[in-house]
């Protein structure tokens, strides 16, 4: 049996005060609506067709590429019944099939939960997922008879005082039968405080034709709660990423304060991960066993090999990093770089687009620019390779064992065979053999009987 997963997403998000439409606000660093269309997409044998409206080219432009989505168009949005009633010529055969109604700003939606309202979901049976909130402000309120039936849920907005002290709520996320649901849909009016054509009063309608509507009631009210305004989103951000820290650890990783980690993406991690605090990780980053990473340090899509340590103040950027280095203090490694096993980087070190080999060292102020550096190459404080000629970038190639005393500039492009020797604040821009000692500079004078200036009286 196919279910027709209809996202909605059409709306504004006025109290976002944004420009962005309220669906691509970030949460753990990607859009709400992606968690939404992740899950959906992780159901069995589902078809995700998703509303939008405002803004909808750019909601569209953020999933390009992702042909599994069906975009419907909401022009003007009337309504959650007005927003399911469009997508429902894009159905195809409806006969067996379930409709599962789904927020595009309520993102933390668990599959668990969606499992068990489809399974409930029938022919004759309505599937609603409620919230019993402690302050259900805003929201539909669920309204049940003396037995305890659902017949209907009443907008806030539309309820009288009796049924505002309800506290259980409509959390916006049903599972129904499509078969009768066009009809349903057909019979909505908008003569409500809003003047929209509101899903929520297919339940009435259902009961009347003789429905049994199933709930499912949540004790985890973030996993339903709706963001509305940045408050809210802050709030579930935080909720977010306490829940992956407290996972990660379940996991084996230690941390210094839970909550004092970020993951803006996806993040694995091998065994016995050490984290201090304040560190942040963006799109995809893996850790390998026994990685240790000190406070306040930011690494986005990166791979770190066994046994490395990343120490304070250190941003790593699309760099790939093997076993047993040591990186940082106040390191700065950016897209391109590529550290082998033992690598030391130090502090003030920034590396661009290089590799360096096995067990190579730049301990101290450096820059690294296109450049390879071979095997147990000593890259002296201070050294910078100059890549750019203020048009072009130049290539710099360091064979195995090569020294590069302090201070020196390597005017790329150049060539350093293996074994040679840079002496101290050499400027080097011709090619330097195997072996050899390189010396570029100024030959120094000294002066005898030289006077210092004196003050002027
Ligand atoms: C809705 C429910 C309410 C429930 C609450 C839970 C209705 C009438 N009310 O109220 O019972 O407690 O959600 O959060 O369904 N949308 C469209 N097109 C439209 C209107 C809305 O796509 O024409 C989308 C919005 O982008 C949003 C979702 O539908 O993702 C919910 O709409 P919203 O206006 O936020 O409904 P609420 O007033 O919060
Ligand atoms: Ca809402």
Not at 43 to 55: E, R
Not at 275 to 289: A, K, P, Y
């Amino acid at each position: 049996m196919t279910v027709n997963v209809v996202i909605l997403a059409a709306g504004k998000g006025t109290r976002m005060n944004s420009e962005r439409p309220k669906v691509l606000h970030q949460l753990g660093g990607k859009p709400m609506l992606e968690h939404v269309v992740n899950t959906a997409v992780s159901l069995p044998d589902t078809k995700i067709h998703v509303v939008i409206g405002h803004a909808a080219e750019s909601v569209r432009a953020h999933f390009a590429g992702q042909d599994s989505i069906d975009w419907v168009l909401q022009e003007q949005q009337l309504g959650t019944g007005h927003a399911v009633a469009q997508a429902m010529p894009h159905l195809g055969s409806t006969k067996e099939s379930i409709v599962l109604v789904l927020c595009g700003d309520v993102p933390l939606i668990s599959r668990a939960s969606l499992e068990d309202l489809i399974c409930n979901a029938g022919p004759d049976t309505l599937s609603l997922l409620t919230l019993n909130a402690p302050d259900p402000k805003g929201l539909g309120r669920i309204i049940r008879d003396r037995q305890g039936k659902v017949t209907a849920i009443v907008e806030e907005k539309d309820a009288n005082d009796d049924q505002r002290r309800i506290s259980e709520i409509n959390s916006g996320i049903m599972a129904l039968p499509a078969a009768r649901l066009t009809d349903w849909l057909q019979q909505l009016g908008n003569d409500n405080r809003q003047g929209e054509y509101y899903l929520t009063d297919i339940i009435a309608m259902a009961v009347a034709a003789g429905c049994h509507i199933y709930t499912r009631t949540i004790d985890d009210d973030y996993e339903v709660q709706g963001v509305n305004d940045k408050v809210q989103l802050s709030r579930l951000e935080r909720h977010y990423q306490r829940r992956i820290a407290e996972q990660l650890m379940k996991e084996g990783v230690t941390m210094a304060d839970p909550g004092r980690i970020d993951v803006r993406g996806n993040l694995t991690c091998g065994r016995d991960v050490v984290m201090d605090v304040n560190v942040i990780f963006e799109g995809q980053v893996s850790l390998g066993d026994n990685v240790h990473i000190g406070p306040n340090v930011t690494i986005k899509d990166a791979t770190l090999g066994n046994d490395t340590v990343i120490l304070a103040n250190t941003v790593i950027e699309s760099a790939t990093i093997a076993d047993q280095c040591t990186v940082g203090p106040f390191a700065r490694l950016r897209p391109g770089t590529l550290l082998s096993d033992g690598v030391k980087v130090g502090n003030f070190v920034e590396i661009k687009n290089s590799t360096l080999g096995r067990g190579s060292k730049a301990n101290h102020f450096a820059y690294i620019g296109d450049a390879d550096l071979g095997e147990s190459v000593n890259v002296g404080a201070g050294t910078i390779f100059c890549n750019y000629d203020g048009v072009n970038k130049h290539r710099c190639h360091i064979g195995n064992n090569v020294f590069i005393g302090s201070n020196s500039t390597l005017v790329a492009p150049v060539n350093i065979s293996a074994g040679a020797f840079v002496a101290a604040g050499s400027t080097i821009n011709a090619d330097v053999p195997e072996n050899d000692l390189a010396i570029g500079r100024g030959k120094q004078r000294n002066i005898s009987g030289w006077k210092r200036p004196t003050r002027k009286q």
